[in-house]
């Protein structure tokens, strides 16, 4: 399935990763760039306040009032973006894991000989029961 449409095969992965959907990434993205567009604003706005402080126009009580609710604002915003972020790079990591998945899966469905290396790579662990005789048979149950 993978050599006929590994777009769909890595779709599929990642819908079974429970991960959160390419349409998501955007949405953060585009929240993102508004969040940075209105630290930029905030940003200006304090250091208008502090020159409109500085030459006397805005009195000491107004001028904390508004510094500390725009540094708040600031600082959620900037919480804001970091989270976002750390929620796109989610998804993009998750993307990265598929795609490289299905570069091993097409990479190994060729495979001609084996060797220990590759036997590592492939098999976690190897179950072996305990043997049972039946009949004449020597059976043993191989996970």
């Not at 955007?26 to 940003?43: F, N, P, R, V, W």
């Not at 919480?79 to 299905?102: C, G, P």
């Not at 899966?105 to 492939?122: G, N």
């Amino acid at each position: 399935m993978v050599k006929q449409d590994e777009e769909r095969i890595i779709e599929a992965i990642l819908t079974m990763q429970n991960s959160e959907s390419f349409s998501y990434k955007a949405a953060y993205q585009s929240e993102i760039t508004a969040h940075k567009k209105q630290i930029g604003k905030l940003d200006l706005l304090i250091e208008n306040l502090y020159n409109d402080r500085v030459t006397g126009v805005v009195p000491e009580d107004m001028f904390r009032r508004y510094i500390q609710k725009y540094e708040q604002e600031r600082i959620d915003r900037l919480q804001s973006v970091e989270t976002l972020q750390k929620r796109v790079d989610s998804i993009k990591q998750n993307s990265d894991d598929a795609a490289t998945w299905a570069m091993l899966i097409k990479k190994y469905t060729e495979l001609e000989t084996l060797d220990s290396d590759t036997l590592l790579l492939l098999i976690e662990k190897i179950i072996v029961s305990e043997a049972q005789i039946v009949g004449k048979e020597r059976i043993c149950d191989i996970r």
